[in-house]
């Protein structure tokens, strides 16, 4: 074990903000279904600097970025990174992913952990998204960052988003876990990483054509018409 802080494991990492935040991920437990201790503590930031941050029933956070002076009717951009990570530890290393912080270490160039996952998928774009809320220097439009859930253990999240988060708005969408490639209400498609979540109200069709193009077949198809590809 290193006898040296986990902080200091970060010094010297540029961009200092992200490390900043990438840092405060790795010392919160967040297991998929186990990232509240993190999304409160993400949306108390938020708040804390002026930011509007919401969390929704299915427990992802919306933070909102108001567009910078003279830049307000610019399309706006949605930043999402998932807050779970994947949970493995080696055999002989005794590891509790519920109340353990992650233990970093810089090897060989590498920023990697003491015999367990690191997190950095998703935990790096999260970190990248805090930086950017942050960075008051930035010159942007509107932006929203999404803090999505259960991305690793079930992909839970994305009726919610559908739901709650893109009903009114059109915005273009970056991130791991999920990315919008059309929306033409009351119908809404939203590919994902692994797969594609489909929440149709009219066009069946919809869920059979896109699968094609990314060459997937339905593989479930719900009470009311929606569609889950691939997996």
């Not at 999402?80 to 970093?104: G, K, Y």
């Not at 999404?146 to 059109?170: K, P, S, Y």
Request: aromatic share 6%; with cysteine; charged share 20%.
């Amino acid at each position: 074990m290193s006898d040296l802080s986990p902080q200091s494991m970060f010094l010297g990492l540029e961009p200092a903000i992200v490390w900043k935040h990438f840092a405060t991920l790795c010392a919160i437990p967040r297991a998929s279904k186990d990232e509240a201790r993190l999304c409160n503590h993400l949306q108390s930031w938020a708040i804390a600097r002026g930011l509007t941050a919401t969390v929704d029933a299915a427990g992802n956070l919306r933070v909102r970025k108001a567009a910078s002076a003279g830049r307000e009717r610019l399309p706006g951009v949605i930043l999402q990174a998932h807050l779970d990570m994947v949970c493995q530890n080696n055999a002989e290393t005794p590891h509790d992913f519920s109340r353990d912080p992650i233990r970093p270490l810089r090897r060989d160039g590498w920023l990697v952990a003491e015999g367990t996952t690191l997190g950095a998928d998703n935990g790096i774009g999260v970190a990248l998204m805090l930086a950017v809320l942050e960075d008051r220097s930035l010159q942007h439009g509107p932006i929203e960052a999404l803090f999505t859930v259960d991305e690793e253990a079930g992909m839970g999240i994305l009726i919610e988003l559908a739901e709650l988060f893109f009903i009114d708005i059109r915005m273009q969408l970056f991130g791991n876990g999920c990315l919008i490639v059309e929306i033409e209400l009351p119908e809404l498609c939203i590919v994902v990483s692994r797969g594609a979540y489909f929440v149709i109200r009219q066009r069946q069709q919809m869920v059979d054509g896109i699968g094609s193009v990314f060459g997937w077949t339905p593989q479930h198809r719900g009470a009311e018409n929606d569609g889950f590809l691939g997996s």
